[in-house]
């Protein structure tokens, strides 16, 4: 059924997880086709594809983001199948519809369940409707500075300022009193009005939201099946973040007792089936680790980039599940977690400040060897160059227990070597050296304190 | 006098200040965009920006002059 109804699927990415994809699909006897700018030409997901179409310059505008050469390069292939993976168009609602008129497989949720979720002001209230636990924010857009004031007022500092559109930490930031407010929200409406998708939002909106400090980031990761089928695949701790985008995940959370689990877990699900959600999702709360409680903070229509920790501690492969759900089956699956995964995002920054630091690959040493798995989207002699987000690789570790984990994460990360761009291995390295982090009971602040000391 | 040098490689999204504008400590010149970041360039003096080197849209190496503080 699979290859009936798929054959050949196009892959709407680059770097790793267009790499990622095409090991599941030709896996599974299907073809890839990667599709690919000026600036990416000599990157592996490539050379690994069966067939590879340049889109066009390195600018994501004309090449990445350009629906129209996207369809083309899906016609001219012979392609049955678009999957997009994170980022650019994998939460593009009009993109979705576009795929389906042309009569291609989309290989993610409903365009409507995209967009019900990529506003995160529909998303909450929806939310709040399906009995999911919501922050104190605003209900409706926020336009202007002294709406924000009044809304701030009545929720009560600080507040967490961010886009109702947008994501990846882009235009966030958190205001403790009324003059950061305006700061905030200035910075919050340029990125609104920068990066908004604009097939969801008219203008800059901006959203205002109780921030909870110390708090841990935890997600579940849901599966919607076509028979209507919500499951919950155990969840991921992403507190470990620099600039409000992670760096370190973690699944099982281990600032999550058992009953908070189950309680998370069947929210997730209620929240999947809020939006009929069918494939890959993940439901981002945040976590009040001393009350032990939660709130619903926005829902990934889409896989996500720690991805690979829920598939090292349940067994599962995401994309072959997104793969088969797409194709109309119905898989069995078992959502069992066992043992402990972690996620260490290998990025082109230098590990002090966190800036960018793109450059020519020299070397390039990658750990391996039992419970390490390494996702990467470059190789010695590639260049990583400023046009697209910093991520170069993932390196995850897998153990029976937390402690064998954080053991393999250490050596793993010794072992890979990376000479030419900047690159995070060594803040790494120091977070695996931290108390904080050892002991399981850090929260989002944790990278901060780190740089304060 | 001080320089003021791009730090990473990275494009000119948006310039702040103009030749012959005072500037003090920590004020914006430039905000560079590199990996989907937004970098904001800072006056380290306070001093007038006698020379700008750089236009929105320019694409800046690691190294490169962006203003001239005197």
Known sequence: ?453 | MAEVHAEMVANVWKVVVAEGDTVEEGDTLVILESMKMEIPVLAEDDGVVSQLKVAEGDVVQEGDLIAVIA
Request: charged share 25%.
């Open chain 1, 1 to 453: 059924m699979l290859n009936e109804t798929l054959g050949t699927v196009l892959i709407a990415n680059r770097g790793e997880i267009a790499r990622r994809i095409i090991r599941t699909v030709k896996r599974l006897g299907l073809r890839a086709v990667a599709v690919h700018s000026e600036a990416d030409a000599d990157l592996p997901f490539v050379t690994e594809a069966d067939e590879a179409v340049l889109l066009g310059p390195a600018n994501p505008a004309q090449s990445y983001l350009d629906v129209d050469k996207v369809l083309e390069a899906a016609r001219a292939t012979g392609a049955r199948a678009i999957h997009p993976g994170y980022g650019f168009l994998a939460e593009n609602a009009a993109f979705a519809r576009a795929v389906m008129d042309a009569g291609l497989v989309w290989i993610g949720p409903a365009p409507e369940a995209i967009e019900r979720m990529g506003d995160k002001i529909n998303a909450r209230n929806l939310m709040e409707r399906a009995g999911v636990p919501v922050a104190a924010g605003t209900r409706e857009p926020v336009t202007d500075l002294e709406q924000a004031r009044a809304r701030a007022e009545e929720i009560g500092y600080p507040v967490m300022v961010k886009t109702a559109g947008g994501g990846g930490g882009i235009g966030m930031s958190v205001a403790h009193d009324d003059e950061g407010l305006a700061k905030a929200f200035e910075q919050a409406a340029r990125a609104a009005a920068r990066f908004a998708s604009g097939d969801v939002l008219d203008g800059p909106a901006v959203l205002l939201e109780r921030y909870i400090e110390r708090a841990r980031h935890v997600e579940v990761q849901i599966l919607g099946l076509p028979d209507g089928t919500v499951l919950a695949l155990g969840e991921r701790d992403c507190s470990v973040q620099r600039r409000h985008q992670k760096v370190v995940e973690e699944s099982p959370s281990p600032g999550v007792t058992p009953e908070l689990r189950e309680r998370m877990l069947a929210a997730a699900v209620k929240a999947g089936e809020a939006v009929g959600y069918l494939g890959a999702g993940t439901v981002e709360c945040l976590v009040d680790a001393d009350k032990q409680d939660f709130v619903f903070l926005e829902m990934n229509t889409r896989l996500q980039v720690e991805h690979p920790v829920t598939e090292l501690v349940t067994g599962l492969d995401l994309v072959e599940l997104q793969l088969r759900v797409a194709a109309g089956e119905n898989p069995e699956v078992r959502p069992e977690v066992r043992g402990h995964a972690i996620e260490f995002r290998v990025y082109a920054e230098d590990p002090k400040r966190f800036f960018p630091g793109p450059g020519a690959i020299t070397v390039w040493e990658e750990p391996s060897g039992d419970g390490v798995r390494v996702d990467s989207g470059y190789a010695a002699g590639t260049t990583v160059t400023p046009f697209y987000d910093p991520l170069m690789a993932k390196l995850c570790v897998y153990g029976q227990s937390r402690t064998e984990a954080l053991e393999l994460g250490r050596k793993a990360v010794e072992a890979f070597r990376v000479e030419g761009p900047k690159n995070n291995l060594p803040f790494c390295a120091e977070l695996l050296g931290n108390a904080e982090f050892v002991s399981g009971e850090y929260d989002t602040g944790l990278v901060g304190r780190m740089r304060a000391k």
